[in-house]
């Protein structure tokens, strides 16, 4: 089915709020990881990529490892790769220009305005120290509080918020003796110590149980809600945000490739990459005999690539997919797609059928 004819545009994409609740304002970010004094183009691992994050929003981050989701938002927090340098664009945070902060600048921000949550908590947990030590720090060492007593007490009361059963035992553990959820749900008391505006949630239930994912998701979910606090949240599984998101940006090869609501991009997706990252999803097959995946594999390098990234793994490329790189279409004032299928001059084409049968209950409000 082929779409109406779509102009060019390079938005800042963003959701229909006003300017004054944006946190983050990233604006045509490329970053490239290259050698010191070395006059060779580096490895383009981020390239033009414009988003805002508004307050008490989440904004979710989906594509396959390696589509530069982590990179991007490690970025955020002045943790971008080593040897990685900006070669265009801005991050603002709070209207201020992060772009070129030092070390000491970044300490600042970090925790008290933004911090980030792990996928794998024992990579944030010291091993050697008691968990509610742990939680207990972050209070001291911000200066919330200068009491060790009244650090405690507030410990445990966000213990109990993360519905930790037994709070009080819990707190004199060491890591390696509770389970994976109540880790992560240590980690989660840890980073609102710091009553932060922006939390990323870097894949924070990957390790765990499908029942232990929901539990977490769930508390992720209440605690946004009554801190009223924005967050990002990265996955690959469209599935866990499509319950918890705003707003979802789908990234491959260091881009986004669509934005949009969650129902925008869940029950009206126009990049065929998107159609891939839905259609393998188990809760959307849940009747098919053989679960659909997206063949090939994300390109190494983005700099050596001629024309749309994604056009090798595409059924639905066009000649010109191998020549050009698609811009972002506005499809609506909140949706936008980097694909030739939404140019005026593109074939009529019908998309999978998952996808139609999503863009149906679309068009008649029935999501």
């Not at 966000?158 to 994976?180: A, C, D, F, T, W």
């Amino acid at each position: 089915m082929k779409k109406q004819p779509l102009k060019k545009t390079t938005p800042i994409l963003q959701s229909n709020k006003e300017k004054s609740d944006v946190l983050i304002d990233v604006s045509n970010l490329s970053l490239e990881i290259k050698k010191k004094k070395s006059t060779r183009k580096g490895k383009k691992i981020v390239e033009n990529v414009s988003f805002r994050l508004h307050k008490k929003e989440v904004l979710a981050f989906v594509g396959e490892s390696g589509c530069g989701k982590t990179v991007l938002t490690s970025t955020l927090m002045g943790l971008a790769p080593k040897g990685s340098v900006y070669t265009t664009g801005s991050i603002k945070i709070m209207e201020q220009d992060v772009t070129k902060y030092k070390e000491k600048q970044w300490q600042k921000l970090r925790g008290s305005v933004i911090t980030k949550i792990f996928q794998n908590p024992l990579s944030t947990l010291n091993p050697v120290y008691k968990v509610g030590k742990q939680i207990r720090e972050s209070f001291l060492i911000h200066k919330i509080t200068k009491s060790k007593k009244v650090a405690k007490e507030k410990a445990l009361h966000l213990m109990r918020q993360v519905k930790i059963k037994n709070p009080e035992r819990v707190y004199n553990l060491y890591p390696h003796e509770i389970s994976g959820g109540q880790k992560q749900r240590i980690v989660i008391c840890a980073a609102l110590a710091c009553n932060p505006e922006v939390i990323i949630f870097d894949e924070p239930t990957t390790a765990l149980d499908p029942t232990v994912e929901a539990e977490i998701l769930k508390i992720i979910r209440e605690l946004q809600n009554s801190f009223n606090k924005s967050a990002i949240f990265i996955t690959h599984d469209l599935g866990v945000v499509s319950s918890i998101a705003n707003r979802i940006a789908v990234m491959y090869a260091g881009r986004i490739v669509e934005i949009g609501t969650a129902k925008e991009v869940l029950f009206n997706s126009q990049h065929p990459y998107t159609w891939g990252l839905i259609m393998s999803s188990p809760d959307v097959n849940s009747g098919n005999k053989r679960l659909h995946s997206i063949h090939g594999s994300v390109p190494l390098n983005i700099a050596t690539i001629k024309g749309d990234a994604f056009a090798p793994r595409n059924d639905y490329s066009l000649n010109i997919d191998f020549v050009e790189k698609p811009d972002l279409k506005k499809i609506s004032e909140t949706h936008y797609a980097a694909t030739w299928l939404l140019d005026s001059k593109a074939p009529e084409y019908l998309p999978p059928t998952i996808i139609k049968e999503r863009w149906d209950k679309f068009k008649k409000g029935l999501v």
